[in-house]
């Protein structure tokens, strides 16, 4: 399947992360972050069916078209919804990546987040980007256009990439102190003073989820393994 994908596509993809999305914009002088509107309600049944089912004959084509949308586009939140999203751009990130190449850009997509980097013309970028994005029946939102120089924070997908790929300090320091305090007063009478309308199941899937996330880029910090196994054994 992930023939059908192209190389540029970085999310929904096994064997593939944030941290394979971030790392090929480390150190660059200008990272452009771009977002595609409303994506997955603007890719409609018909850009599935054309795409995916239309070798099968028509009717089995069209009942596989109707299984996996609703209400006449792809829906958000379902399981086969990604991989459907990647097949359709497939020639969208192909025309981009070979736009780039010719710049020596850098460009990955991850689902509606589109990453530039490298030292180029913003403006031409943008308004290419935007234009093929139009011939695909999908908008740029305008509204989350970032430019950021190699001097300020460069986040991809929430990865630090200014000198290597990193999660920021902030994230990492927060989950140091709700740590501690979980150790020192307990789960229960943490929440209690801190975190007051959170289920305690949800608070601790959530920080196990957080702790995950910053080995998945961070695999040396031995202190978050440790993190990890506590959270898990007071599950």
Do not use: W
């Not at 509107?37 to 795409?51: A, G, H, L």
């Not at 300020?152 to 305090?181: A, C, D, H, W």
């Not at 007051?196 to 199941?201: G, K, P, R």
Request: charged letters at 25%; glycine letters at 4%.
């Amino acid at each position: 399947m992930d023939q059908a994908i192209s190389s540029y596509a970085m999310a929904y993809r096994k064997g593939y992360s944030l941290k394979d999305n971030a790392k090929i914009h480390v150190g660059k002088h200008i990272l452009l972050k771009l977002d595609i509107k409303d994506f997955f309600d603007n890719i409609s049944f018909m850009d599935v069916y054309r795409t995916c089912f239309s070798k099968f004959p028509k009717s089995i084509g069209m009942l596989f078209t109707y299984l996996v949308c609703y209400d006449e586009h792809l829906p958000q939140g379902a399981v086969s919804s990604p991989m459907i999203s990647n097949l359709i751009l497939k020639d969208f990130d192909e025309e981009v990546g070979h736009f780039c190449e010719l710049r020596n850009i850098s460009y990955t997509r991850y689902s509606d987040d589109l990453t530039f980097s490298g030292d180029f013309e913003v403006r031409e970028v943008i308004s290419f980007v935007s234009k093929l994005l139009k011939k695909q029946g999908l908008e740029l939102n305008y509204k989350k256009i970032h430019v950021v120089r190699h001097h300020q924070r460069q986040l991809v997908t929430g990865v630090l990439v200014n000198n290597k790929v990193s999660i920021p300090n902030f994230y990492k320091k927060n989950i140091r102190q709700e740590m501690y305090y979980i150790r020192k007063y307990g789960v229960t009478s943490h929440l209690e003073h801190y975190h007051q309308d959170m289920d305690e199941y949800v608070y601790l899937k959530s920080l196990l989820g957080k702790v995950n996330y910053v080995l998945q880029v961070e695999p040396s910090l031995k202190e978050f393994f440790k993190y990890r196994d506590y959270l898990r054994k007071i599950q």
